[in-house]
């Protein structure tokens, strides 16, 4: 699981860093957040079936 929480921090680590940079941009900043929630969670709901998928 800790390779799990570096992806995840490297991945949102970028859109941390613009927000602090620039606060006016919030929408933009929950967008992306949003954005990486949905592919983090396809690839996890992805893993996750695959694992639980019986051995022929």
């Given at each position: ?11 949102i680590?970028p859109?941390i860093?613009?927000?602090q940079?620039?606060p006016?941009e ?7 957040i ?9 690839l996890i ?10 051995k022929?």
């Amino acid at each position: 699981m800790n390779a799990f929480y570096a992806f995840a921090y490297f991945f949102i680590a970028p859109f941390i860093g613009s927000y602090q940079s620039n606060p006016a941009e919030f929408w933009t900043f929950a967008v992306s957040i949003v954005v990486a929630a949905a592919v983090l969670y396809v690839l996890i709901l992805t893993a996750w079936r695959r694992l639980r998928r019986p051995k022929a």
